[in-house]
């Protein structure tokens, strides 16, 4: 059976055999996805994730059990983006949301070089297009609960704990993200049918 | 239109936390009461599901379907237990040191004191000297070596130079290879996706720009330098291009032998960063 998280950060700390080898698999792709939540960059999110897991097993013996891990972890990988956010902001460049909100619709040519998989993939990306718009329509609180629920499949409680919050708080960010990424969807047209219903819950 | 009745509006406010099986029991039982009786919030529930489904991640992390999680796992590991070793080298007063080689370096110590405090004292002191506070480091360096966190650094520059190569390859053949027609004008291609990744990989390369200088490669410098000029045309490119100017592009990497070139670096600059 499968160590929980506190079970497996206690074999991290304690160099348990095997113990950071099994925690850095469980938990890159997470702390992958929280990196870019924040980074909004896919090598960023990468390089902050391995810079993330170095800091956490250099420090792993002033983890406390008292907190959850992901707690811990989490705000390691927060304050690393974060700095990383202002070296950033020292080397200024074009935000890429600005440059995508710029740019235009596309759609596929008409003739018989561009296929049905050509068409596909341009309205994948389309699709990707709208779901990076919505995501990034969000704030960073909602991003981060949206994120660990509907992709990380937590539960509610598991959120509240992993971000030292109230139940209550956690329920009403994913209430306000899942409706707002809805509604984004729903208005881009991208789903087929689905729009006609509407949702009658313009807030 | 009906108008919609207080039960229709209490439920539509829960859809999205139903979709998450967020709700209590009886608010649940509750919705899916109504549900099947009302029709416009089945509707309504069908395109909230239909929506927050299509949120997949590989339309929210697009690019996450190429890491390999094996081998970045692999790499962590070994850069993590690199650093923990490096920070946890015995120092000479730790009792596992041989007692002699402990006296040696205890003497050692302050011979190097005293000329140390000697040279101090005669050294004219420059204007501001100790009075500016180091810039705030990160956890890591607080116990690190500067050393250790100098080879970090660089093997950490040199995986990034290998990943900015493979993305400006990658960027460079969808760019020749898959181009979209512009929607409101007749046969130009339409290249806004891939300006904006130009723009973020120029902008990656800028961030470990100065870790690369180390790498003292001439060949590697005038391939990126070639690099940056491309993706600087790219980025400099309307939203929407005449086939002619992909086909320059095209002509123009196939001269250089741009792409045959990047793979070449890759495999050199990932090996030397595995082996940092």
């Not at chain 2, 919030?41 to 599901?49: F, I, K, N, Q, V």
């Amino acid at each position: 059976m499968e160590p929980d998280d506190v079970t497996l950060m206690e074999g991290v700390r304690a160099d348990r055999e095997g113990a950071f080898e099994e925690f850095v698999e469980r938990y890159q792709r997470r702390l992958y996805r929280l990196a870019h939540v924040y980074l909004r960059n896919h090598e960023d999110a990468l390089d902050a994730v391995q810079e993330t897991m170095i800091k956490i097993y250099v420090a792993r013996r002033r983890y406390r059990p008292e907190s959850h891990p992901f707690t811990w972890v989490s705000r390691i990988l927060a304050n690393h983006c974060i700095d990383r956010i202002r070296r950033r902001r020292s080397h200024p460049a074009e935000s890429l949301e600005a440059v995508r909100e710029e740019s235009p619709g596309r759609e596929p040519a008409p003739s018989g070089r561009w296929t049905d998989e050509a068409q596909r993939t341009q309205e994948g990306r389309e699709l990707r297009r709208q779901v990076e718009q919505a995501m990034a329509g969000l704030p960073e609180n909602q991003r981060e609960v949206f994120v660990l629920r509907h992709f990380e499949e937590m539960s509610l409680a598991e959120i509240a704990a992993a971000r030292g919050c109230a139940l209550g708080t956690v329920k009403s960010s994913l209430h306000r993200a899942a409706a707002a990424v809805r509604d984004h969807l729903l208005r881009s047209g991208l789903l087929p049918g689905a729009a006609e219903g509407g949702t009658g819950s313009e807030e | 239109m009906r108008e919609m009745g207080r039960e229709c509006l209490w439920v539509r406010e829960r859809l999205p936390l139903h979709h998450y099986a967020a709700l209590e029991a009886d608010e649940r039982r509750r919705i899916e009461t109504h549900l099947t009786a009302c029709a416009p919030c089945a509707e309504t529930w069908r395109a909230t599901r239909a929506a927050l489904q299509a949120v997949d991640a590989g339309s929210a992390f697009p690019r996450e379907a190429e890491i390999d999680w094996e081998r970045l796992a692999r790499e962590t590991v070994a850069r993590a237990r690199a650093v923990a070793a490096d920070a946890s080298v015995a120092p000479w007063w730790s009792p596992s040191f041989p007692l002699l080689a402990r006296l040696a370096a205890l003497v050692l110590a302050f011979v190097i004191l005293g000329v140390g405090t000697v040279l101090v004292r005669r050294a004219p002191t420059p204007e501001g000297r100790g009075g500016a506070p180091h810039a705030r480091g990160t956890e890591a360096e607080a116990v690190v070596s500067p050393r250790s966190m100098r080879r970090i650094r660089e093997g950490l520059a040199r995986q990034g130079a290998a990943r900015y190569l493979l993305d400006s390859r990658a960027l460079l053949i969808d760019l020749v290879q898959s181009p979209a027609r512009c929607r409101r004008s007749g046969p130009e291609i339409d290249i806004s996706l891939e300006k904006a990744r130009s723009r973020d990989l120029l902008r990656r390369k800028n961030l470990y720009e100065r870790d690369l200088q180390g790498l003292e490669d001439q060949r590697l410098a005038t391939l990126l330098r070639q690099l940056e000029s491309l993706l600087l045309q790219v980025s400099s490119f309307n939203d929407c291009v005449a086939v002619r100017q992909i086909r320059d592009l095209r002509e123009e990497i196939e001269h250089r032998r741009i792409l045959m070139r990047i793979d070449l670096y890759t495999g050199t600059l990932r090996g030397e960063g595995a082996s940092a």
